[in-house]
């Protein structure tokens, strides 16, 4: 275990999956073409829906956060990590889009990975309002 560095990690896309989160809530797997690392995931199920942008950020309530599935791979990069860094040195990151989603990222991870303790530290960035999750030491 390395006490001098922290590993931070991101939540969605890395340890959970929102584009199968999504696709499952619309029922419209694999109906989408997505490019890796393409953010506007939204504004593509927006245009294929006909719904306005803010009412599907608007539909996505705490129990979609909270039920988000984990990608393939997220339980076991959350251990490695762990095994690499130290439980106490592993935190993850999100850029909720509301009150709503953070709270239900938290339940998402309290739900399915116990160690979490709490909401560490809330950051303002260019972009978004952004926080991280530090685990139980």
């Not at 592993?90 to 116990?114: F, Q, R, T």
């Amino acid at each position: 275990m390395n006490n001098l560095l922290r590993c931070f990690v991101d939540m969605d896309g890395v340890l959970t999956n929102f584009l199968v989160s999504i696709e499952g809530k619309y029922n419209i797997f694999g109906q989408i073409e997505y490019v890796p690392g393409d953010w506007y995931t939204i504004s593509k199920i927006s245009k294929f829906l006909r719904i306005p942008e803010k009412d599907i950020w608007s539909d996505l309530s705490t129990y979609f956060w909270s039920n988000m599935s984990w990608m393939p791979d997220g339980k076991q990069i959350l251990a490695l990590l762990e095994d690499t860094f130290g439980t106490e040195n592993v935190c993850i990151l999100s850029s909720p889009a509301n009150g709503i989603s953070a709270h239900g990222k938290i339940d998402c991870l309290k739900e399915n990975y116990l160690n979490i303790i709490r909401v560490v530290d809330s950051v303002l960035t260019a972009t978004s309002r952004s926080w991280l999750i530090k685990i139980k030491c």
